[in-house]
């Protein structure tokens, strides 16, 4: 499967459902992982629930209210790995504080997006995303599968 | 110089003056009284001896004359004696060397007895006693050596020295114990002043006057000393007390601050997502099922959607409002007339055709947080602007009044006004004068302009009339908190 994979980390399903519909509504047809909390995300990232064929995703879309682990744990420990360390990683939150927004980049956040009450700015937003992290940039060669 | 001295010195000099002067004036008045009493003493004396040589003289036995006059002046005061001639020739004297002349030439012959003073050549004094004219045609002269007076005079002279000098040097002795005595009390004092002077220390030696007075004076400055470090104490308790209280209530207020902080931030994440749910879903409803719903169905999901927005919309000014609150503050001098102009610019790009004229002083400036107040002016002119919609020939103006340290600025509008009745609800969050399908709106728009002034000290109040415009007038108090 040549296909690009994107990781959704998500733990509200109402979100998941509308973010999944967003994509699916922009033509995006990546298949999506979703993680529901920060130790899905981790757990999936280095290995753990894959087995052999560990498959890196293209894309990470990352809460930052999360149980267990948060957002920025996880955008840590995404950074702190070599294998992921150029992963592109986009904070799709409700919150726009600003402390969020400097500690997102901070911690090496690739995109900040906040998540619009208005749906049809969601799935804008989202179909925007898409277009740009997937199709329009160019990921470093590591991450190519 | 010390004040021992001074005494000292000033009561040496008083005295010495003292018994210089009684000394001096005793002296003078005592000599000249003597010399007199002592010419009354020869002018009788000459009487005497003249009635007592009458005999000699009327047998003119100048022998037994001289030899009478050389035993009278043995035991004498006496120096010499002289009989003269009435024609001023020598008769008969005592001098080994015969009359001086010059006595001769003095004494001018007369009847009459009389006393005077006159120098030999060998510059001897001699009182002469001229007696008056004895039977055989002399003169009896009689000398005095002046210094037989003097004698008595310099004895006398000699002794009020000595009781002067005695006098002066008790007297010195006086001053020495009467400055010592009276400085010894000026020395008390001034130790006690320095020894209770230190308000921090509160065991002082114990400090004795001998005079009352004096003792008097130490033990209320040593009361006063007291009362003084009871109230220092006293000051320094209420001190630490108001510091401790200034702690509390900053350490609640930080609590509490942190609080809406954590409030706030748990409104930003959780009370937006359950809308953003119900926004979706609904739209949801209106693509995927579309030709099951009928027209109020699908009227009534755009309801849903609406109402969705706009509380998504009141929360964000909410959070809004409450960051103002929260912010810091950076006071800086702020070009509020390119703000304005900036804002307008704005706001004429957004709807072009709408055509208002603003008016905009120029170059006022304001010591203000850049951020919060261009909030504020976005505020107010993005008011004035939505509620000049329905004039004719709208116009937006911005200025200032008043003087320098109490610049009033104002943002004035021609459009919809309000009632004056209602200006206490203007400020008021959630309060709004308009319906919302007139005008657009939150209600928390001035809320948070009032909040902002606030924070800078300053206050904000507005004027108007229904369908005649407003005109908002706020101050910045110099950025007090």
Same mark, same amino acid.
């Given at each position: 499967m040549n296909r690009k994979l994107i990781l959704l980390v998500e733990d509200n399903p109402d979100d998941e459902a509308l973010t999944l519909r967003a994509l699916k509504n922009s033509n995006i047809a990546n298949e999506v992982v979703v993680a529901r909390d920060g130790t899905e995300a981790i757990d999936f990232l280095f290995g753990t629930t894959q087995g052999d064929s560990c498959r890196l995703p293209e894309l990470v879309l990352l809460d930052l209210n999360l149980p267990k682990v948060n957002g920025f744990e996880v955008l840590k420990r995404i950074r702190a790995d070599s294998r992921t360390h150029t992963l592109p990683v986009v904070i799709l939150t409700t919150s726009d504080e600003d402390r969020d927004l400097v500690e997102g980049y901070k911690l090496g956040a690739n995109s900040y997006v906040r998540k619009p009450v208005d749906f049809e700015e969601f799935r804008k937003a989202v179909k925007t995303l898409g277009m740009y992290w997937l199709v329009l940039n160019l990921a470093p060669p590591s991450n190519r599968i | 110089m010390r004040l021992q001295k001074i005494v000292f010195l000033s009561m040496v000099l008083l005295l010495t003056l003292m018994t210089v002067a009684i000394g001096g004036s005793y002296v003078l008045f005592t000599v000249s009284n003597n010399r007199e009493q002592q010419k009354d003493l020869f002018k009788t004396r000459a009487m005497v001896l003249l009635d007592a040589?009458?005999?000699?003289?009327?047998?003119?036995?100048?022998?037994?004359?001289?030899?009478?006059?050389?035993?009278?002046?043995?035991?004498?005061?006496?120096?010499?004696?002289? #009989?003269?001639?009435?024609?001023?020739?020598?008769?008969?004297?005592? #001098?080994?060397?015969?009359?001086?002349?010059?006595? *001769?030439?003095?004494?001018?012959?007369?009847?009459?007895?009389?006393?005077?003073?006159?120098?030999?050549?060998?510059?001897?004094? #001699?009182?002469?006693?001229?007696?008056?004219?004895?039977?055989?045609?002399?003169?009896?002269?009689?000398?005095?050596? $002046?210094?037989?007076? +003097?004698?008595?005079?310099?004895?006398?002279?000699?002794?009020?020295? /000595?009781?002067?000098? /005695?006098?002066?040097?008790?007297?010195?002795?006086?001053?020495?114990? *009467?400055?010592?005595?009276?400085?010894?009390?000026?020395? /008390?004092?001034?130790?006690?002043?320095?020894?209770?002077? +230190?308000?921090?220390?509160?065991?002082?030696?114990?400090?004795?006057?001998?005079?009352? +007075?004096?003792?008097?004076?130490?033990?209320? #400055?040593? *009361?006063?000393?007291?009362? $003084?470090?009871?109230?220092?104490?006293?000051?320094?308790?209420?001190?630490?007390?108001?510091?401790?209280? /200034?702690?509390?209530?900053?350490?609640?207020?930080?609590?509490?601050?942190?609080?809406?902080?954590?409030?706030?931030?748990?409104?930003?994440?959780? *009370?937006?997502?359950?809308?953003?749910?119900?926004?979706?879903?609904?739209?949801?409803?209106?693509?995927?099922y579309e030709d099951k719903l009928d027209a109020q169905g699908k009227d009534y999901l755009h309801r849903i959607r609406n109402a969705c927005v706009r509380m998504g919309r009141l929360i964000d000014d909410l959070l809004g409002l409450s960051r103002i609150t929260r912010g810091e503050m950076h006071l800086e001098a702020v070009n509020l007339s390119d703000m304005v102009r900036n804002i307008a610019e704005e706001l004429q790009r957004s709807e072009e055709i709408r055509g208002v004229e603003f008016q905009i002083s120029p170059t006022v400036v304001a010591d203000a947080d850049p951020v919060l107040i261009r909030t504020v002016l976005e505020n107010l002119v993005g008011n004035a602007w939505k509620f000049t919609r329905r004039t004719d020939r709208p116009r937006i103006e911005f200025g200032v009044t008043g003087d320098i340290g109490s610049m009033v600025y104002f943002v004035r509008d021609n459009g919809a006004g309000f009632n004056m009745e209602y200006v206490d609800r203007l400020f008021s969050a959630f309060q709004r004068l308009h319906k919302s399908d007139e005008f657009e709106g939150t209600g928390i728009g001035l809320a948070s302009v009032q909040r902002i002034i606030h924070r800078h000290g300053g206050r904000i109040w507005a004027e108007g009339a229904e369908g005649e415009g407003a005109t908002f007038y706020f101050t910045l108090g110099g950025g007090a908190q």
């Open positions: - | 040589a009458e005999r000699q003289v009327l047998w003119d036995d100048r022998m037994a004359m001289k030899q009478f006059l050389v035993n009278e002046i043995k035991g004498s005061d006496l120096l010499d004696y002289a #009989f003269v001639t009435v024609d001023g020739m020598p008769y008969v004297s005592t #001098f080994s060397k015969g009359i001086p002349v010059t006595l *001769l030439q003095q004494s001018a012959a007369s009847d009459q007895p009389s006393v005077w003073e006159f120098q030999d050549t060998a510059g001897r004094v #001699f009182y002469d006693i001229r007696s008056g004219r004895s039977p055989g045609g002399t003169v009896l002269h009689l000398g005095l050596k $002046r210094r037989a007076i +003097d004698r008595q005079n310099r004895n006398l002279i000699v002794a009020i020295v /000595v009781i002067s000098l /005695v006098t002066t040097a008790a007297g010195i002795l006086l001053a020495v114990v *009467l400055a010592r005595r009276a400085t010894r009390e000026i020395g /008390v004092l001034a130790d006690a002043l320095r020894s209770y002077r +230190d308000l921090n220390c509160n065991e002082a030696p114990a400090i004795f006057a001998t005079s009352s +007075d004096v003792e008097e004076l130490v033990q209320s #400055f040593k *009361l006063l000393t007291e009362q $003084r470090r009871l109230a220092a104490e006293e000051i320094q308790i209420l001190n630490m007390e108001l510091e401790q209280r /200034v702690k509390d209530r900053t350490s609640q207020l930080e609590a509490a601050n942190e609080e809406l902080d954590a409030f706030a931030y748990s409104v930003s994440h959780d *009370l937006r997502a359950p809308l953003r749910g119900i926004d979706g879903f609904s739209l949801a409803l209106l693509e995927d």
